[in-house]
Every structure is written in C-alpha cells, then in structure tokens.
C-alpha cells in the first residue's frame, strides 16, 4: 500500500478542470506539461508515467471536491493498472498538451458518514481519439485512523543516503544520480532500493514512509535493466501494493523477465513482498 497526496509544487498540478457528468461520472482536463524534471519527455513522447502521475491528481480533485473526502485524510491506494498507445504522448514541443479524462467511480465503500474507498477508472482521450486506460482501487483514512496504522513510524523521516553505490543513470534512462532509484546488492541478488530525501519531486511534502510514486519509479528502472532496455517506455503495468515500505531498513528490488518485453519486479522488505508489478516495455524508433 502507499499514501497519495496532492503535490506542493504548482508546477506539478496538473489537473485544470473538472466536472460531473453522471452519477459517478466526470470529465477533467488534464495539462501534461511541455517539460517535466523527473518525468520528462523520452525523444518527442511524453513519459506514461508523467500520465499517471496527471489523472492521480485528477483523482484527487473528484475525491476531495466531488465525494467531499476530508482535506486531513490520508489516501491508500493498494492496486493500480495502466496501458497507454505512446501515440497519444506525443510531445508538441515547447507547448503542453491537454487530454480529456473520463472518470468513473465504482466499488464505492462508506464508513459512517465518509466514504471510505473506491475504484476509479479513467479513459484518456487526445483529440477524440482514446489513447490510455488506468484505473485504481484506494482507501483513506482520517488522521487518527492514519495513526493508528502507522504507529511508531507517523513520524518517521527519510535518512540521508548512505554508502551504497547507485546504477549508472544512463543504465536506467536518467542523466542525474539523485533520480536514480537502485543501488547495486551487496550479494548481487537484485537491487537495494535507493531513496535520496534531498529529491525535489519525491520529498516536495512530508511522509513517513517511500513515496508511491518513488516505488514506481524503481520498478520502471528495474524492468529497464532487466531488460537491457534503458530508452524503453513503460506502455503498460499492473501494480499491487501489500505493505508500506519504510525508510530504516534496507529493500530489495528483484526483476525477472516474462518475455521478451514484459518484467515482472518485486520490492521485498523484512522478507516480505511490499509491492508486485507487471511492466511491459516498448522502444520506439
């Protein structure tokens, strides 16, 4: 599981309209931005995972002004899915690009008042044409609830970067250490997730524990080494999240090929699987 929130930098929201459609139904536009740091463009597509970073902020938007879900909650999502036809990424250069989203609810849970947790689907549509599905399932919690699961770890911070030895960042599609989620294993088994709490994009908001979108980020650039694919897209994942990953102890990213472009990664913790995925890889010509 990980905790979803809205990003500080205004940079970063994405969302720019929104509006009901049906009973629990929506459409919202969404602005991908012509450049982004840490999701930026791969040759003229934009980056699938700068997508779902974009309707996640639209999810938020309809949770919190649609379902009136508490500012103070805190969001769990546990699984999460994605596929995307890079077509539709298409970059316009120096200008944003505005996709439609259509949104729906559904497997609506309440917990007295509140609502408790749904599933939401989204289908992204670029000039009439549909071009992207994602969908996830998640939950949210009110701070004491929040609390209670977190326990000794509410307060928990990210530690500085140790001695571990990061991948080359052209190994992954990157150009700077600090975005380079992998350390290399001391048994060579997989990877040791690496998280640098200096990130700008990851740490831009408090949280006690590896930020989702850190955890997705370390899965692509495992697939990408699995693959020997470093300029690779990810064009579909399925993610399912079973356990906050902490920062006071180490992590293993493992990755194994299920076919010539599909990797299925695993992030263990305290000999437990904490997150599973299924990436499927295509380089474009």
Known sequence: MITTNSRASRADVFATELRATGPDTFEATVRLPAADRFHGPVGRTHDPLLLLESVRMAGLLVARDEYEVPADFQFVVHEMMFNVDPAGLRTRRSKPVDIVVNISADEIRRRRQNFAGMRFEFVCMRDGEQFGRVSYRWSCLSPDAYRGVRGAYKNAVPAVSGASVPVRPKLVGRHDTIDVMLAKSPDGSGWRLRVDPQHPELFDH????????????????????????????????????????????????????????????????????????????????
């Open 206 to 285: 408090p949280t006690d524990h590896v930020p989702g979108n850190g955890l997705i980020e370390a899965v692509r650039q495992a697939a990408l080494l699995a693959a020997g694919q470093p300029n690779a897209l990810p064009v579909a994942g399925d993610f399912d999240f079973h356990h906050y990953v902490e920062f006071d102890r180490p992590s293993v990213v493992l990755a194994e090929k299920q076919s010539e472009n599909t990797i299925n990664v695993r992030v263990r913790q305290d000999d437990r699987i904490a997150m599973v995925a299924d990436i499927e890889l295509r380089t474009l010509r």
